[in-house]
């Protein structure tokens, strides 16, 4: 008996936790394309330090997203989307670390805001 119950409570942790993600209707978003390109990376740019709107249901959604992922360090991510905040970090952070700098302290801002 005992060994069903804790059967039945993995299963309903595992539940628990497999919808903590985000969702994943925007995966299918490239984001090497995205930093391939000057004009639609300013874009994005401008919508995540919100100097400019979010043009696409997409770059709303990830810059809503992304406070909570740069505190959580993605923990909530799908894989595909830990994929692409990795290579958004990294690219950032190597070619444009000022205006990486600038999202994050947004972010925080937006963060400390939500939670004051």
């Not at 299963?11 to 490239?30: I, M, P, Q, R, W």
């Not at 919100?50 to 696409?56: A, E, F, N, S």
């Not at 894989?79 to 952070?93: G, I, V």
Request: with cysteine.
């Amino acid at each position: 008996m005992m060994r069903e119950i804790i059967i039945f409570a993995l299963f309903g942790l595992s539940a628990v936790f497999a919808n903590e993600l985000y969702s994943n209707k925007y995966d299918y978003v490239e984001v090497d394309d995205i930093l391939a390109n000057p004009r639609q990376r300013e874009q994005y740019y401008k919508c995540f330090v919100g100097t400019g709107p979010c043009v696409t249901a997409d770059a709303k959604f990830f810059q809503e997203k992304f406070p909570e992922a740069i505190v959580t360090k993605c923990s909530k991510c799908t894989p595909k989307q830990l994929t692409s905040f990795d290579k958004l970090t990294d690219w950032y952070t190597t070619n444009e670390p000022e205006k990486y700098q600038a999202v994050v302290a947004k972010a925080l801002e937006r963060i400390s805001r939500k939670s004051g």
